[in-house]
């Protein structure tokens, strides 16, 4: 069965710190997409990224960036220089091509950028 | 531009009453989804169609259904209304079954249960 699994629950740094959101993933499928959804205070859901299961390639978008590794079922995303405004709730979602054809989001990890 | 959105934004309801949340995206997406919000859980699925007619359980949808009678709209019925039912309510869209666009969100509904 699919699921995702963030183990952090709070994430707490200084504004300017760097700071990576951990997610594990697990798939019997071979085809699958990754994602990332970043949840403001304001409460809506904002598409980040999707990765396909076969395109291991890093993601850099300014000061986000995306490691997917396959190996260790992992899709970690990094925020560098970290701002206030980055304070939000991160999920990271599965969805398998063949099985399910579901989103599976993660718990979250609530991420706190103090100035 | 195309968007999802949700009415009402915010419900208070009793306990045993039946309770309808609206969605209408203009999307032209065949593909839509119920999610529910709670702290702990992320978001879990409740039900989901693939299109006019179509519909599946998801992972938590026990009390709650719903109808696809046009592209647009997919309301959620809670029949009777329980207070393990209080969340946040979200539906999305997608233009692929496997959703590897991605899925576009609704801005939520708040639904007490009291």
Redesign the interface.
Same mark, same amino acid.
């Given at each position: 069965a699919q699921k995702?699994t *963030?183990a952090q629950?709070e994430i707490s740094v200084v504004e300017k710190e760097d700071v990576t959101l951990d997610c594990v993933y697990e798939t019997r499928d071979t085809t699958y &997409?990754l #994602?990332w &959804?970043k949840q403001p205070p304001s @409460? =809506?859901?904002v598409?980040l990224i999707?990765r396909?299961s076969f395109d291991e390639q890093n993601e850099i978008s300014g000061r986000y960036s995306w490691n997917f590794q396959k190996s260790t079922s992992s899709f970690n995303f990094t925020i560098t220089a970290s701002q206030v405004v980055d304070s939000a709730v991160y #999920?990271c979602a599965l969805? =398998?091509?063949n099985y399910g *054809?579901? #989103?599976? #989001? @993660?718990? @979250?990890t609530r991420l706190s950028v103090l100035p | 531009d195309a968007e999802i959105t949700q009415s009402p934004r915010h419900k208070i309801t009793e306990t045993g009453r039946q309770v309808t949340l609206a969605c209408h995206q203009t999307w032209n997406h065949n593909n839509m $989804?119920w999610?529910r919000q709670d702290l /702990?859980? /992320?978001? !879990?699925?409740i039900h989901?169609s693939y299109g006019v007619h179509d519909t599946n359980k998801?992972e938590v949808s026990d009390g709650y259904s719903v109808s696809r009678s046009n592209t647009e709209d997919l309301p959620l019925t809670l029949e009777s209304a329980a207070s393990s039912q209080t969340s946040?309510y $979200?539906c999305?869209s997608s233009e692929r !079954?496997?959703? !590897?666009? /991605?899925? $576009? $969100?609704g801005? /939520?509904t708040r639904l007490t249960v009291l």
């Open positions: 995702v *963030q629950t &997409y #994602f &959804y @409460g =809506e859901l598409f999707r396909n #999920f969805s =398998e091509w *054809q579901n #989103f599976v #989001f @993660g718990p @979250g | $989804f999610y /702990g859980h /992320g978001l !879990r699925l989901y998801g946040v $979200f999305a !079954r496997t959703g !590897r666009e /991605g899925q $576009f $969100f801005p /939520g």
